[in-house]
């Protein structure tokens, strides 16, 4: 690859990284990714002709670009250092939930493969990050994790939370001000007919969730 990008454009993992999130094996538009990265479509298109180049996508202009086997291997490899990271930060290193994401974006490209296996075996192996995503096993394979959004609930049925699906600060500290987290259990009680607010029980306290946050917590209907 010729040294003439700058410093601050998106490396191919990221590009992979960003593939994986929003199309996992289905195609995703350049345009789509372009807002994903930051970036214009021409950079874009031009990344993406060099990933065709190495085997990491299969890409036709105007159709998009899907992750290859191999791509997709690169990327949730990136994935499984980046969750772990998160975990890490949080169970060893006293960061709150809502800070370490930055900081594994960076970590995630300078650990080696070595590193990354002794990271899991001091965490014994963990299934799920602390914001319950999946963590890739070494395989490729994903460990299986409940996906009902809390918003589909109807009233008298109770979620297990699994996963909170946002990345923002904000709301993941907004959602652990109110004690949700994965393996908090979640009533609905009532649903506005307009607008879809919430009202919830959590641990006997009552709460009302925006329809939008609902939908940020996923999880397993347990009654
Ligand atoms: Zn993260």
Do not use: C
């Amino acid at each position: 690859m010729p040294n003439t990008s700058t410093a601050l454009s998106p490396s191919v993992g990221d590009y992979l990284k960003a593939l994986w999130s929003i199309g996992k094996d289905e195609s995703v538009s350049t345009n789509d990714l372009a807002e994903r990265l930051g970036i214009s479509s021409a950079s874009v298109s031009s990344m993406l002709a060099k990933l065709k180049g190495s085997g990491l996508v299969h890409y036709q202009r105007y159709r998009g670009a899907r992750l290859s086997a191999k791509g997709r291997r690169e990327a949730l490899r990136l994935v499984r250092r980046h969750r772990l990271l998160e975990t890490f930060m949080i169970t060893h290193l006293d960061y709150s939930w809502d800070e370490v994401h930055e900081e594994a974006e960076t970590l995630e490209h300078a650990l080696s493969e070595r590193f990354t296996e002794r990271l899991a075996n001091l965490l014994d192996h963990p299934s799920h990050d602390p914001h319950g995503d999946p963590i890739p096993n070494t395989d490729g394979s994903l460990p299986d994790t409940p996906n009902t959004p809390l918003a589909k609930l109807e009233p008298g049925q109770t979620l297990e939370v699994a996963r909170l699906l946002s990345q923002s600060s904000e709301a993941l500290t907004y959602l652990a001000e109110l004690g949700i987290n994965p393996g908090t259990e979640i009533e609905v009680t009532v649903r506005e007919p307009v607008g879809g607010l919430l009202h919830v029980k959590i641990d006997g306290t009552e709460n009302a969730l925006s329809r939008e946050l609902a939908l940020l917590i996923e999880g397993r209907t347990i009654g």
